[in-house]
């Protein structure tokens, strides 16, 4: 799955393909589509799901061929393997943030929180959860 080729002929090949039509990663495969020119040959192929969990359940179950979602969707999935991301000219990555309330109770507890999640130590977990650590490309 690492070039725009590889992915045409795979989707253009699976008789189902699986996603959730409105996700965190649905602009990147409509755009992805697009540009492979491939839109109206996925049209009736399309098996839109109600959440990811569901998508890889269907995945692993061969409901549908293929299944599309974040990479932190997959990766823990029983009966799943993941293909790999997609190219870095179909990437839009989803940026996950973290805020604290201003008329929060526990305003300590939450900075540590946050800390905790940006920490070093937090970098290992997140990768092996298929995401990115803040601060690292």
């Known amino acids: 799955m690492s070039t725009a080729q590889a992915i045409k002929q795979t989707l253009l090949a699976a008789k189902s393909i699986g996603y959730v039509k409105v996700g965190a990663g649905t602009p990147a495969f409509l755009n992805m589509f697009e ?20 998508s890889m359940k269907n ?5 549908i061929d293929i299944a599309l979602a974040l990479v932190s969707e997959i990766v823990h ?15 839009r990555p989803v940026v996950m943030t973290a805020a604290i309330a201003s008329g ?6 939450c900075e540590r929180f946050i ?11 997140i990768r092996a959860a298929g995401m990115h650590p803040a601060n690292s490309k």
Do not use: C, H, M, W
Request: proline share 11%; no cysteine; glycine share 10%.
């Open 59 to 63: 995945l692993a179950s061969g409901n």
């Open 35 to 54: 540009k492979l020119g491939i839109t109206d040959a996925l049209r009736d192929k399309t098996v839109y799901q109600p959440g990811a969990g569901e």
């Open 77 to 91: 999935v029983p009966g799943v393997q993941l293909a790999g991301p997609l190219p870095a000219e179909f990437q």
């Open 115 to 125: 800390r905790a999640l940006t920490s070093p130590s937090a970098a290992a977990p």
């Open 104 to 109: 929060t109770k526990n305003r300590e507890a």
